[in-house]
Nanobody
Framework: QVQLVESGGGLVQEGGSLRLSCAASGRVFSMYAMGWFRQAPGKEREIVAA????????YYPDSVKGRFTISRDNAKITVFLQMSSLKPEDTAAYYCAAARIGYSEYVPIQSSDFGSWGQGIQVTVSS
């Protein structure tokens, strides 16, 4: 497994931008697909972005498509989530997650696919 630590959350006004970072340590980072999930109070955890180990494939649900961008730097063993045009409904705790895929460009999107999780970081969008 890998250890994951998120950073970059905080409070932002509606329409603003934030960039979340997730620093990984442990096993070979490049063998892991990465994802970002979020969970708002009283709601289920949902995926907001995922990226394959080499970065060639990504996934976004319709709710964030065109506003969020996931990227990764395997040399720095870090994954990023650039969020723009933020809305109050984006308010949630955001979690970084890693799925051991091996050298495949498969992009997992189910939370059960991910075996390693960060501790979460709060993002609050004010109206």
């Amino acid at each position: 497994q890998v250890q994951l630590v998120e950073s970059g959350g905080g409070l932002v006004q509606e329409g603003g931008s934030l960039r979340l970072s997730c620093a990984a340590s442990g096993r070979v980072f490049s063998m892991y697909a990465m994802g970002w999930f979020r969970q708002a109070p009283g709601k289920e955890r949902e995926i907001v972005a995922a990226i394959s180990w080499a970065g060639g494939n990504t996934y976004y649900p319709d709710s964030v498509k065109g506003r969020f961008t996931i990227s990764r730097d395997n040399a720095k063993i870090t994954v990023f989530l650039q969020m723009s045009s933020l809305k109050p409904e984006d308010t949630a705790a955001y979690y970084c997650a890693a799925a051991r895929i091996g050298y495949s460009e498969y992009v997992p999107i189910q939370s059960s696919d991910f075996g390693s999780w960060g501790q979460g970081i709060q993002v609050t969008v004010s109206s």
